[in-house]
């Protein structure tokens, strides 16, 4: 793992250095189907392009249940350089602050492409949009629909503009299990039809362009308000290609999801607190004034936190909006209001039971500001993206906006590569000889295993301890997987999480260590990692633990850079 100067990313540096395209024949190929997706497909429109979507349009996209909205300096008393700064100050240090600038100066156009597409975004009776103020904003400035019915709203508008499109073509019910590469550029996608995974037939789809827009990792993690489809496989295929992974070691956990044994983990959207909800402890204590000056609105990773504390030490954890919301709950927040009576809570009378779940990946394939990866042909956007903007710990709401915006400048940047070419390429069916059937029980225990390995020792609080134990299981995970791509992405993507969490011997935004619980000036920047460079790192660890030499951790402790 290499890590940057503290300017941000240099682009000319080793570890990062966005590739130039190569001309070849075939489709634009989008992964994914969430907000992302569509957006750079609609952008592309009239160029041809397909889209794989592992689900029916509209299911397993965590772009459906984002709740607060999107964050855009539209409000009169707001600008897009306040924005930035909030974002740069939320990021603890490593945003890179060209991008932030970036993001924000383009949120109004992006708004105002997501109203042609016909999103009906909240407005008073005056015509101007109903804004929110969330957590580490200092300004009313998330852009709602429906109170916290956002994403679902976006989503059905693009989709309805995606189904009107005749350039789009949606393959609904595929996976992509890996890319396919050739001279190291990537030439196509190796797709699978879910309830086919594992039987040795699979299909490949040339591609002149491939876009990754799958999401983020939490199916990885035990309690998580991610979608099952949010497995981090195309983390790992991006890395076996050769693409630059970066800040892997940040997830963010947000602090309310509800405590009620769902699955995924329904969430008490942050708006709540901004409209003035307190969290209050089972002995009906309001801790968060004694953490953070900013109380319930302090940045996510300080809640989660302290949240988590409250939970170790045998308390439980509640949302309290009787006196701040009351009785005007179910209008102001309709999903969540579902959720809880759903789960037989009443919300408006009584407080609802929260706790940390992994939420958001700040980290993913590393990119520059045209989205592109450091493999030809490849590009990334939205969450499965680094692209600087989140740093350590991503302001509240800007997820949306750094999808829309990145899926832009994706879209604009690959119709000048491509050209005008009309063909539509066709995947073509092969088989896998003598492949060995997946054992679909012994899969399911494997995963288990991840999930609950990354909750326990790669979660809201970590030590070298944890993290060496993690990477040690997680690596004997995979060299079992064989032939199960599934198994195979998804250890690979943990071993990614956890070996960057383990190289960085400080706390910083979403990453806390127990053993370093300070930042460190020193490494106040990015990190960026190869497959390479983390198989390295795991040859050393199983060296090191089978020394058990307090000389060799401490020795790995102090190395910060980790090359082959």
Known sequence: MAMNDKRGIDRTD???RPAEPASRSGDIVIIGAGLAGLFTALRLAPLPVTVVAAAPLGEGASSVWAQGGIAAAVGEADTPENHAT???????????????????GEASARIADLLRYGVPFDRD????????????????????????????????????????????????????????????????????????????????????????ATGGIGAIYRVTTNPTYARGEALAFAARAGAVVADAEFVQFHPTALDVGLEPAPLASEALRGEGALLINSNGRRFMRDV???AELAPRDIVARAVFAEIEAGRRVFLDCRQAIGAHFPDAFPTVYAHCKAAGIDPVTEPIPVAPAEHYHMGGIATDTRARTSVAGLWAVGEVASTGLHGANRLASNSLLEAVVFAARAADDIAQVVGDGRGVAQAALYRVAGAKPVDHAAREDAIALIRDTMSADVGVVRTRRSLTRALLTLREIADTAGNDTQLANMALAARLVTGSALLRTESRGGHYRRDYPDPDPSKAQRSFVTLDELEALECRIASATMAQTSETWLAMDAEVACAP
Request: proline share 3%; charged share 25%; glycine share 10%.
């Open 14 to 16: 080793r570890a990062f």
């Open 86 to 104: 909030d974002t740069i100050h939320a990021g603890a240090g490593i945003v890179d602050a060209d991008v932030a600038h970036l993001v924000a």
């Open 125 to 212: 009776l005056e015509g101007h949009f109903v804004l929110s103020r969330e957590a580490a904003h200092s300004r009313h400035r998330v852009v709602r629909v429906a109170g916290d019915r956002a994403g679902a709203a976006i989503m059905q508008a693009l989709i309805a503009q995606v189904r009107r499109t005749p350039s789009i073509r949606v393959l609904e019910g595929y996976e992509a299990e890996d890319l396919i590469t050739e001279g190291g550029a990537v030439t196509g996608v190796r797709l699978i039809r879910g309830l086919a995974r594992g039987n040795g037939t699979y299909e490949l789809l040339p591609a002149r362009a491939v876009v990754i």
């Open 292 to 294: 953070a000056p900013e």
